[in-house]
């Protein structure tokens, strides 16, 4: 098992910035990949980033593309998500999920792909 725990969300103006941290406990392997979704109300959940255990692959969104970095320090067992010029359409529950064996991310995007989830954190944008 493998339990996630993401923190960091909270009220921001539109146009600024957060960093959400996802820190990952439990049986984690060396492989594994580890991605952030978010879910606004009354809408699916929808893939935002991921990225590799070594950091070198990484695929975003569109809609976050330039805006949102990820990243991770393994040390830490921790997965960043860094988000700038917030805008109101960002305002989701942010979750992050583990992808134990993401082969050659192929599902990156597909939420089935990942096998554990943390309980997310609420990030809302203000206009």
């Known amino acids: 098992q493998v339990q996630l725990v993401e923190s960091g969300g909270g009220l921001v103006q539109a146009g600024g910035s957060l960093r959400l941290p996802c820190v990952a406990s439990?049986?984690?392997?060396?492989?594994?990949?580890m991605g952030w979704f978010r879910q606004a109300p009354g809408k699916e959940r929808e893939f935002v980033a991921t990225?590799?255990?070594?950091?070198?692959?990484?695929y975003y969104a569109d809609s976050v593309k330039g805006r949102f970095t990820i990243s991770r320090d393994n040390t830490k067992n921790t997965s960043y998500l860094q988000m700038n010029s917030l805008k109101p359409e960002d305002t989701a529950v942010y979750y992050c999920?583990?992808?134990?064996?993401?082969?050659?991310?192929?599902?990156?995007?597909?939420?089935?792909?990942?096998?554990?989830w943390g309980r997310g954190t609420q990030v809302t944008v203000s206009s």
């Open positions: 990225i590799s255990w070594s950091g070198d692959i990484t």
């Open positions: 999920a583990v992808d134990i064996d993401p082969g050659l991310y192929i599902h990156y995007s597909d939420s089935h792909a990942y096998e554990y």
């Open positions: 439990g049986r984690t392997r060396s492989t594994y990949a």
